[in-house]
């Protein structure tokens, strides 16, 4: 089976920083998680190149946006791999193939009868590349997410009927209540909806970076419409040679954070319409991450205010594997919430040093100790073995909603369990007591076995310490199935651990 997911595709008037790295790690979680179950994934991210954000940017450095453009999609594309997102394809919207696409079906969208030339007036925001509705105007004319002044635009444009489609996307809300996740996005998007559409532009004649409009080269589309269609015009060229639209479309999973979901849950569904072109499954609309600024007020974390963490940083700290649990742990996906070195530094002591960290080295040593460093050959206990039942199941229904934090909060409790385990037995007493030679053998076989499925769980969140820690217990299977406790068997030695939660430098 196919399995597509997509992050945003991220502007590149600026370098990334944990917000686009937060996206981006969530949907390689479910990407990950989705080839453990054998699915055939393709997994798409990229950049947003065109429109005012990028010109405006490019203006103010002196640099032509096609420069700006190369630089700032190159950060982005290294730092996918830093992160250990494991992205099948880095779509640029400069790319030969998208421009293409993107004239030849919105040409389809022109023919179909859907635009008409019209004037547009009120407030747009550069930044956002948003034409502001009522509702959305912050005080005074401001954009309520980057608190500048809204710019005051008339000018003629190119229009998308969107107004035609209320009904068809009313439909579609009706009858598919998990299309916009989670539920209180659904609504937000579904009284958008119900609020009234107006048509949007789908051009603009005053910006010249972007694609040309095929009917009226004057003007170049609108850079949302170039950039949503992104998802779309990816797969027809991505694997040089073999269009896979057939193969992958629709996409089960759009991840975007919430700043972005008109345009996604309700623009992009139809502008498919209008294209003939099939919906996606669902989209999944997360929080933002907030920190602190100057003053000591929470903000989204964003460039232009300067209260971001960088990435880079975080990760030559403590590592890769850290930071990727930490965005889940911290901040309920999904939800907004704040991050901030304290309590970067206090879970990844508390929670990843010393639960697993240290749970992983005390049962590897006392393996090695006691049992020659093979785990015992016999039967796990029956009890732990009930509290792990159904694990795999319910961390795989969770991550079909996208569901990230929840999934792993549920692995986490059996970290919790393993370690209650250990004190429950204190398999160092057992040790002392020749009575208890086979109470020792059953506890270090389970305590074994419990480890390494919850590592297979894991390793979507991890990928580069569960890996380590698989291979030290000698069994590498990374699939779903694998991670039912009990599927691993005793007998086998066990390797070397290196310290997978050191002290950070
Ligand atoms: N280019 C558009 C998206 C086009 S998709 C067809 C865009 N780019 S962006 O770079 O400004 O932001 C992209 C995404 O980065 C956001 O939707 C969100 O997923 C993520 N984030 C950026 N800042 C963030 C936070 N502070 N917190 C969480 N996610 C954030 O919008």
């Not at 319910?394 to 059996?414: F, H, M, N, P, S």
Request: proline letters at 6%; aromatic letters at 12%.
């Amino acid at each position: 089976m196919a399995f597509y997911i997509t992050t945003p595709i991220y502007y590149v008037n600026a370098a990334p920083h944990l917000g686009h790295a937060y996206t981006a790690i969530a949907a390689d979680v479910m990407a990950r998680h989705q080839r453990q179950r054998g699915e055939d994934v393709f997994f798409l991210t990229g950049t947003d190149e065109h429109g005012e954000p990028v010109a405006l940017a490019a203006e103010r450095e002196g640099v032509s946006p096609q420069e700006l453009a190369d630089r700032n999609a190159e950060r982005f594309r290294a730092l996918m791999p830093q992160l250990d997102v494991s992205n099948d394809y880095f779509i640029r919207t400069t790319d030969e193939g998208h421009k293409v696409r993107v004239q030849e079906i919105l040409q389809r969208v022109h023919d179909n009868g859907h635009v008409y030339k019209g004037m547009y007036e009120g407030w747009y925001c550069p930044r956002c590349a948003d034409f502001k509705t009522d509702a959305e105007i912050g005080p005074d004319n401001t954009c309520p997410i980057h608190r500048i002044p809204l710019d005051r635009e008339r000018e003629e444009n190119w229009f998308f009927r969107l107004s035609t489609f209320q009904e068809q996307l009313e439909q579609l809300y009706d009858g598919q209540s998990d299309f916009v996740l989670p539920k209180v996005r659904f609504n937000e998007a579904r009284s958008f909806i119900a609020g009234g559409l107006q048509d949007v532009s789908l051009s603009r004649a005053k910006l010249n970076w972007g694609v040309p409009v095929p009917w009226d080269p004057e003007h170049v589309f609108y850079v949302w419409f170039d950039a949503l269609l992104n998802y779309y015009t990816a797969l027809s060229f991505a694997h040089d040679g073999t269009d896979e639209t057939d193969k992958f479309w629709p996409a089960d999973f759009h991840v975007i954070g919430k700043d972005i979901l008109k345009f996604h849950a309700v623009f992009w569904p139809a502008m498919l319409l209008a294209a003939d072109i099939p919906l996606p499954e669902h989209l999944f609309i997360h929080g933002f991450l907030l920190m602190k600024d100057a003053s000591g007020e929470e903000h989204k974390m964003s460039k232009s205010l300067g209260n971001v963490l960088d990435p880079f940083e975080v990760m030559d700290q403590f590592g890769t594997d850290a930071l990727r649990y930490y965005c889940f742990r911290e901040v309920s996906f999904g939800l907004d919430g704040s991050v901030s070195t304290t309590t970067f530094g206090e879970r990844y002591t508390s929670e990843l040093a010393n639960e697993y960290g240290n749970l992983a080295s005390r049962t590897l040593n006392m393996i090695g100790r006691y049992c020659d460093g093979k785990v015992p050959d016999v039967a796990v206990e029956p009890q732990l073995a009930a509290d792990f039942d159904g694990l795999p199941a319910e961390v795989a229904a969770l991550l079909d909603r996208a569901e990230i934090t929840q999934a792993l909060d549920r692995i986490w409790a059996r970290v919790r369990r393993l370690n209650r385990y250990v004190e429950e037995k204190a398999p160092w007493k057992l040790a002392k007591d020749p009575d208890a030679a086979a109470e020792l053998q059953t506890t270090l076989r389970s305590l074994a076995e419990g480890l390494r499925a919850l590592t297979v769980l894991l390793s979507p969140y991890m990928p580069e310490s569960t890996g380590k820690l698989l291979a030290a217990l000698g069994d590498e299977r990374l699939e779903l199935s694998a991670a039912e406790f009990g599927d691993g068997s005793g007998g086998g030695s066990i390797g070397e651990l290196p310290p997978l939660f050191p002290k950070p430098q």
